[in-house]
């Protein structure tokens, strides 16, 4: 069965800090994985796909098969950053996404 | 960028009575919806794939009587609440897919809070 593990409900961390969110899944087809966030009242929103490799508000995430992870890494944390943050997993052409349970980011100054 | 619209953002109802949920992508059309379901202070549960044209998909342990979909247009999905029951007040969070897209991303709505009496 799929499944989207976030081991952190909660991440404290100070400006300037690095963050990195853990994601690891279960799948044993190839997966499209993504990062997800939610700021303060605002709705859900992507934050990266592991298929374009790229960088994000200075966020990045590589995926690792050997290890079935997917950790969200930024080397300085912002204010801004303060968010809840779902990693998410597709199975299907179609975006059926599974949500992992999130962390709640809090960068204090 | 994409908009998905929820509309109501909030509903309070009455024990018994039934609430129905519109999710329209607003810029895009969308063949397939998703409605999921969060509780406070948890994750996203999928409930149910919505296909235009078509049955939904309902995942496991959702009832599909009590919640039922309708995607009539490439616009617009409905979720209602059939008898709703206080077990049922949640927050309800609809998201399609472009269609003209092969990004893979879904965009969400603003989400609608059930609040059954």
């Known amino acids: 069965a799929q499944r989207v593990t976030q081991p952190e409900k909660l991440l404290s961390v100070f400006k300037g800090a690095p963050v990195e969110l853990k994601c690891n899944y279960s799948y044993s087809g190839s997966p499209e994985l993504f990062w997800y966030v939610q700021y303060s009242r605002q709705r859900l929103q992507l934050l990266l796909r592991?298929?374009s490799r790229e960088s994000i508000k200075g966020f990045t995430a590589d995926l690792n098969k050997g290890e079935t992870s997917f950790h969200l890494k930024k080397p300085f944390a912002q204010e801004e950053d303060s968010a809840m943050y779902y990693c998410?997993?597709?199975?299907?052409?179609?975006?059926?996404?599974?949500f992992g349970a999130g962390t709640q980011v809090v960068v204090t100054p | 960028g994409a908009v998905v619209s929820q509309h109501p953002s909030r509903v309070i109802c009455k024990s018994g009575t039934s609430v129905k949920i519109e999710c329209r992508s607003l810029?895009?059309?969308?063949?397939?919806m998703f409605w999921y379901r969060q509780f406070p202070k948890q994750s996203l549960m999928l409930m149910a794939t919505?296909?235009?044209?078509?049955?939904?998909?309902?995942e496991q342990g959702v009832e599909k009587d009590k919640f039922l979909i309708n995607h009539a247009s490439l616009t617009l999905s409905t979720l209602t609440v059939t008898s709703a029951h206080p077990e049922d007040s949640s927050f309800y969070i609809c998201s399609a897919r472009d269609s003209g897209q092969h990004t893979g991303e879904l965009f969400f709505g603003e989400g609608s809070r059930l609040t059954v009496l």
């Open positions: 592991h298929i």
């Open positions: 810029d895009f059309q969308a063949t397939t």
């Open positions: 998410a997993l597709s199975t299907d052409s179609w975006g059926k996404l599974q």
């Open positions: 919505s296909n235009e044209g078509s049955k939904a998909t309902y």
